[in-house]
């Protein structure tokens, strides 16, 4: 229990350590860039991939469960809205959690245990600043990213499977859809996706920095570290989705 | 000049350093000797600022390290070269990255001066022309000596070599031994290494203390070392 508390202050002050160097400019935009490409080309393929299976999935239970009621010509709005309101931002968090997330907690972790963090603060630089910084800088500007790259996607995957197999027209799908989403929707689901930044960036970093025992160390603490995001994605989401729909429920 | 008055360090109600005073004069190149867990590490991370006392102080050129605050110990840094026991070079970065890192980060040096710097650097150690490889490629003893280029090529005051010679063959150790009295010798760099290999100790440094549990048992130079009376001094000299 003290240890756990002693634990949350700490990440309490990495987080005051970098919103005090992102208010003061000290940002390094080289680094961000390339934190960038490495999280966002690294996660890109496999969000595609589980965003077209998730928008195909919900068109053939949409198909089964709307044909009940006659009202399978409304697939594409049961689709389109799922994804963007909620499954989107969800399933993307996760799978960036899972690529990214883990990737930069094993990649700090690893710095941490060899001494390159210490040697970096001995040469007069602060860690936070070279190495957590940019990392959770690029998950704010790589996670929407993925998400509307997950939307547009899983609505693609939802298409294919109500044009091919539930005989709807083409361009019906396509007028269903646009007239589907409302701003509010978007930005509903979008809202979630700055949250879970937050919180994969921060637990990552956190996590990687701190971890101490050699190899097995750098195994144990980027497993928490990924295990921990999965439970606050899941648990957040609870919540915000309860704030926006009691500020913005019928959007 | 170096100037350490009764330095406690305890982790978990454990002391660790015991009340230590030492003073180390500008260019000495001073070796801290003892076994493994007799605080030669915690002693060289508490003259890089890494570590704060329990008790008394530390000064280099005359600033109490303990009453700097974290910004002022970033800037005091810039006079420190560490050479980790692993070399702690960034493993993302090449060679040629690595040694130019505190280039970039505390000078206003134009590319190309940085790259004359790297490579004058790269060549006092012997590792000319090795530049664009990464850490993974190179063998521990090449590591060390990169890292030896990239703790001094800052201008450092001070160089704290910690455990420079583990892990490495008997041929390399003396290599990397000479290359640490030469550098300091060459850069007038106040040096001080920890180690619990008497042999390249002696023959670098021109003056060593033995460390046992935390207190300095032994402090001078080979020959009065060597005719201590210190029944754990002879027996470690003798090992």
């Known amino acids: 229990m003290k240890d756990t508390i002693i634990g949350l202050g700490k990440a309490v002050?990495?987080?005051?350590?970098?919103?005090?160097?992102?208010?003061?400019?000290?940002?390094?935009?080289?680094?961000?860039?390339?934190?960038?490409?490495?999280?966002?080309?690294?996660?890109?393929?496999?969000?595609?991939?589980?965003?077209?299976?998730?928008?195909?999935?919900?068109?053939?239970?949409?198909?089964?469960?709307?044909?009940?009621?006659?009202?399978?010509?409304?697939?594409?709005?049961?689709?389109?809205l799922s994804l963007v309101r909620e499954m989107s931002p969800v399933f993307t968090a996760l799978v960036?959690?899972?690529k990214a997330g883990a990737g930069m907690a094993a990649e700090l972790a690893t710095m941490s245990v060899n001494n390159q963090l210490q040697a970096t603060r001995v040469m007069g630089v602060d860690p936070v600043e070279f190495f957590v910084v940019p990392r959770m800088l690029a998950c704010f500007l790589v996670l929407p990213v993925l998400v509307v790259v997950s939307e547009l996607v899983g609505i693609l995957g939802g298409y294919f499977i109500a044009v091919t197999q539930a005989g709807i027209p083409s361009s019906y799908y396509?007028?269903?859809?646009?007239?589907?989403?409302?701003?509010?929707?978007?930005?509903?689901?979008?809202?979630?996706?700055?949250?879970?930044?937050?919180?994969?960036?921060?637990?990552?970093?956190?996590?990687?920095?701190?971890?101490?025992?050699?190899?097995?160390?750098?195994?144990?603490?980027?497993?928490?570290?990924?295990?921990?995001?999965?439970?606050?994605?899941?648990?957040?989401?609870?919540?915000?989705?309860?704030?926006?729909?009691?500020?913005?429920?019928?959007? | 000049m170096i100037r350490i008055s009764g330095l406690v360090k305890m982790f978990n109600?454990?002391?660790?350093?015991?009340?230590?005073?030492?003073?180390?004069?500008?260019?000495?190149?001073?070796?801290?000797?003892?076994?493994?867990?007799?605080?030669?590490?915690?002693?060289?991370?508490?003259?890089?600022?890494?570590?704060?006392?329990?008790?008394?102080?530390?000064?280099?050129?005359?600033?109490?390290?303990?009453a700097l605050n974290d910004t002022e110990l970033l800037l005091f840094r810039h006079r420190i070269g560490y050479l980790f026991q692993e070399g702690a070079l960034f493993d993302f970065m090449t060679v040629e990255?690595?040694?130019?890192?505190?280039?970039?980060?505390?000078?206003?040096?134009?590319?190309?001066?940085?790259?004359?710097?790297?490579?004058?650097f790269l060549e006092l150690v012997d590792m000319a022309g090795q530049g664009d490889k990464y850490p993974s490629e190179l063998s521990g003893g090449m590591k060390k000596r990169v890292a030896l280029a990239r703790a001094m090529v800052g201008d450092a005051k001070v160089l704290l070599c910690d455990e420079p010679t583990s892990g490495l063959d008997p041929m390399r150790s003396r290599d990397i031994s000479e290359l640490i009295r030469r550098l300091s010798k060459k850069l007038g760099c106040t040096t001080v290494l920890t180690t619990h290999d008497v042999i390249n100790a002696l023959r670098t440094a021109d003056r060593a203390v033995v460390l046992n549990e935390g207190r300095i048992v032994a402090d001078g130079d080979e020959a009065l070392l060597r005719s201590s009376v210190n029944v754990f001094v002879k027996e470690f000299l003798r090992v």
């Not at chain 2, 002693?43 to 008790?55: E, F, I, K």
């Not at chain 2, 990255?97 to 004058?120: D, G, S, Y």
């Open chain 1, 96 to 98: 960036f959690s899972g």
């Open chain 2, 97 to 120: 990255e690595n040694v130019a890192f505190p280039l970039k980060e505390h000078t206003r040096l134009n590319p190309t001066e940085i790259q004359t710097k790297v490579n004058e």
């Open chain 1, 174 to 251: 396509y007028y269903q859809t646009v007239h589907a989403i409302g701003y509010s929707d978007f930005f509903c689901g979008f809202i979630k996706i700055f949250v879970f930044a937050l919180l994969i960036g921060w637990v990552c970093c956190y996590k990687g920095i701190s971890t101490t025992g050699g190899s097995l160390g750098v195994g144990r603490f980027t497993t928490a570290a990924v295990a921990l995001c999965y439970v606050l994605v899941i648990v957040s989401n609870t919540f915000v989705t309860k704030m926006v729909l009691t500020f913005w429920g019928n959007g």
């Open chain 1, 13 to 80: 002050c990495l987080l005051g350590d970098v919103l005090k160097y992102i208010v003061r400019g000290r940002v390094r935009w080289d680094e961000v860039f390339k934190q960038v490409y490495e999280q966002g080309v690294g996660s890109l393929i496999i969000v595609t991939l589980a965003s077209a299976a998730s928008g195909a999935v919900l068109a053939m239970q949409g198909q089964v469960m709307m044909g009940r009621f006659g009202a399978k010509e409304f697939i594409a709005q049961l689709v389109a």
């Open chain 2, 13 to 66: 109600g454990v002391s660790v350093i015991e009340g230590m005073d030492l003073t180390i004069p500008t260019g000495e190149i001073l070796a801290v000797m003892g076994p493994s867990g007799t605080g030669k590490t915690v002693l060289l991370q508490h003259l890089a600022g890494l570590l704060t006392p329990d008790a008394g102080t530390i000064e280099i050129d005359g600033q109490d390290i303990g």
